[in-house]
């Protein structure tokens, strides 16, 4: 079935430092792709999405392009600052009609 | 500004106990999600509600756990009976059909089983 695999985290990063947050799928056909984020003691909520090949989300600084050709969707951001910290889920929804999440990666931005 | 709400926000039971969990999608909504959350296994989906009819339930326990939409203002998770390796968070999150990948999530349930 469909999977989405990301990197082990936590990940410490200093403010306006890079980020990059690793992302990979399997899935059959073309899936449409998202990342959502996750703060303390909330529920998700969509950070940015992809719905085809070379399509690339973005939204309050961050990015993501969707790579068929290495069926990965890699999250990253030029200069995170420390309202970033939070867990960052990579997921996909494929033709199984749902929605497949990733484990999550926690971020934490120290000042 | 709309919502989804849950309740309860918390909820501790012993094992065996009969255990409820509503939803109030917004208004309008026509997609319904319950998703459980714990360290081990992540976020994992329970059940897909569309236009208050179950199209996917098959994440779920089918031998304790149940999903409904008596109405499109209330979606229920029940465990009956309740087990210790229920204790997780549980996520509703509505949305529309149209744009379904923007799913609005409530605060969660925090269950836990003793």
């Known amino acids: 079935g469909d999977s989405v695999t990301q990197m082990e985290g936590p990940v410490t990063l200093s403010e306006e430092a890079f980020l990059t947050i690793n992302c990979t799928y399997t899935a059959t056909g073309y899936p449409s792709l998202f990342w959502y984020v996750q703060y303390p003691g909330e529920g998700l909520q969509l950070l940015l999405k992809?719905?085809?090949?070379?399509d690339k989300g973005s939204n309050k600084g961050f990015e993501a392009t969707y790579r068929k050709e290495t069926t990965s969707f890699h999250l990253e951001k030029g200069s995170v600052q420390v309202s970033d910290s939070a867990v960052y889920f990579c997921a996909l929804w494929g033709y199984g009609q749902n929605f497949v999440f990733g484990p999550g990666t926690r971020l934490s931005v120290l000042p | 500004d709309a919502r989804v709400t849950q309740t309860p926000r918390h909820k501790v039971t012993e094992m065996g106990q009969e255990v409820t969990m509503r939803c109030q999608p917004i208004l309008g909504h026509n997609t319904v999600f319950w998703y459980r959350q714990t360290m081990m296994q992540g976020l994992e989906l329970l059940a897909y509600?569309?236009?208050?009819?179950?199209?996917?339930d098959s994440g779920m326990p089918k031998d304790r756990f149940s999903a409904e939409m008596p109405d499109a203002t209330l979606a229920t998770l029940k465990i009956q009976p309740s087990e210790p390796r229920d204790s997780a968070v549980y996520f509703c999150?509505?949305?529309?059909?149209?744009?379904?990948?923007?799913?609005?999530f409530g605060p969660g349930t925090r269950l836990l089983v003793l």
């Open positions: 992809a719905t085809k090949a070379d």
């Open positions: 509600f569309r236009n208050r009819a179950p199209l996917d």
């Open positions: 999150a509505s949305g529309l059909l149209r744009s379904i990948e923007t799913q609005y």
